[in-house]
C-alpha cells in the first residue's frame, strides 16, 4: 500500500497534536511514509515536537518525523500539506479583536475589521506557501488549507494562485453537525446536510439520515436551546469554553427570529453584533481564552516535559478539528468522492449568487479536487446578506493587490458589523498602526 510523505505547514499550531493523533488514528487505511512539521518559528515548533513525538511514539513508533524551518526540507516530494499558518500569532489575533472593540464595533478574529486585517496578513504568505509547495512538492499533491480568515484566503487565492492544487477548508460545519447529532442522539457520520453561503456565513437547509428529514426536530431544538446540548463538555472540549457555550446559545435568538434555516454560529457577529458587543469584555477576548487555555496548555506540558520527562497526552484539543482533515485528505487520497462542506468557486452552483464568489457548499471530495452539488436558487434575504459580505471579501482582496487605501475602507464600510465609514476610518487606521510590517502597504 502506498505510504504518503505529509507537511504539516504552521506545525507549531496548538492543533498539531490533535491533528497527528487523528492521522494515526487511520494509519492502517491512510497510512504514512513520513511527517514532517514546518513553522517559521522554530523555537515554537521544537516545542509542540515534543508533543506531537510522544504522540507518535504512542501510536505509531516506527514513523518517521522531521521538523524544519527550511522549506525545502519541508515539501521536497510531499504529497498533502495540510496548512494552518495563524500570521501574526495570537499576540496579533488579540489587537484584532480589541481595537474595533474600542470602537463598540465586534471584535473577532474572522468577521468584521479583526477579520479583515487577519486576512491582509495572510494573503501574501499564503501565496508564498503555495509557491514553495509548487517548487518542491510532488506535483499531484494537495494543500488542505484551514489558515484563516478561510473565506479572505479562498477568494485572494483564486485571484493570485488560480492553479494552485488548494481546497480550503473550515471545521465549524462539522462541528455544527456534531451538535446537530447529539441533538437527535445520532452518529454525527449518518446526518447528510445541505448548506449554502460564505465561509463564516452559511445556513443549514436539510438534515437527512437514512433518508429520512430530521431537519424539524433540529428546528425544534434550536428555537429553544441553540445549538447547545446538554453536557457540551463530553461532545467536545474546546467547545465547551464558555465564549463557545454563549456561540451555541445565541443560535437560538436567531433561529427565534428566522426559523427557516439553521445559521452557522458566526453569523452571530453580523445578526446580534450590537449584542455580542455589549457581552464582550474589551479587556478579556477569546484571544486572551485561548492564550491562557489552549495554548497554556500545551506549553505547560512541554515545561513539564523538560522537567521530568513526562508528556500528559490530555493536554491538547482533539476531535472533529483533526478528523475533518484527514477525511478530506483521505477522500482526495483514494478518490472516495465523500460528499463534504468545503469551499469552491461558485460556477452557478447557487443559481443567484455570482459566478465568481468562494461559496461553501457541499461537494464531493474526489481525486481531482471538489465537485460540487448544485444548490439553485436562494431567497432574498440570505442571496443579499451574502451578497453583501462577498463585497467585502472581494473589497479587502483587490485592497492587499492594488495596495488600495480606499478599497480597505470600503470593505470595513460595508461590513454589516461597522456602523459608519467614520467608523470604519477610525478603526482602519488604528490597524494600520497595529499591523506596521504585516500588511502590504496602502496609499
Ligand atoms: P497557533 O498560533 O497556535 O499556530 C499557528 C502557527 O503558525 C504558529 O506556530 C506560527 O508560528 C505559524 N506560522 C505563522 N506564520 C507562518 C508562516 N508564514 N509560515 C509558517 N508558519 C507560520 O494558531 P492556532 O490557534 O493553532 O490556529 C492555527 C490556524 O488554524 C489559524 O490560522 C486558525 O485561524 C486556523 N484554524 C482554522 C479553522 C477553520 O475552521 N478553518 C479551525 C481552527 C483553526
Ligand atoms: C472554529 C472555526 C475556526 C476558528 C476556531 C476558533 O473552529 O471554524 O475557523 O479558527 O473556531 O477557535 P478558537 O478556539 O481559536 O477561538
Ligand atoms: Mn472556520
Known sequence: MHKFILTIAGGGSTYTPGIVKSLLAKKEEFPLKELRLYDNDGDRQEKVAIIVKEVVKEFAPELKVLTTTDPETAFSDAEFI??????????????????????????????????????????????????LVEKYANPKHWIVNYSNPAAVVAEAMKKLRPNARIINICDMPVATIRNMAAVIGEDRNKLVVDYFGLNHFGWFTKVTVDGVDRTDEIRKHAIKHGL??????????????????????NIQYMMEMFPDYIPNPYLQYYLLGDSIVEHTNVEHTRANEVMEGREKRIFDAVDEYNRTGEVDLSSFYTGVHGQFIVDVAMSLAYNLRKRFLVMVENKGAVMNLPEDAMVEIPAYITSDGPEPIRVGEIPTFYKALIEQQYAVEKLIVEAAIEHSYTKALMALTLSKTVPSAFKAKEILDELIKANKGYWPELN
Open 82 to 131: 495540510f496548512a494552518q499558518m495563524r500570521v501574526g500569532k495570537n499576540s496579533m489575533r488579540e489587537q484584532d479583536e480589541k481595537i474595533p472593540l474600542r470602537y463598540g464595533v465586534v471584535g473577532q478574529e474572522t468577521c468584521g475589521p479583526g477579520g479583515l486585517a487577519y486576512g491582509l496578513r495572510t494573503i501574501y504568505p499564503m501565496a508564498e506557501l503555495i509557491d
Open 228 to 249: 447547545l446540548v446538554e453536557d457540551m463538555t463530553k461532545v467536545d472540549a474546546q467547545h465547551s469554553d464558555p465564549s463557545w457555550i454563549k456561540n451555541w446559545k
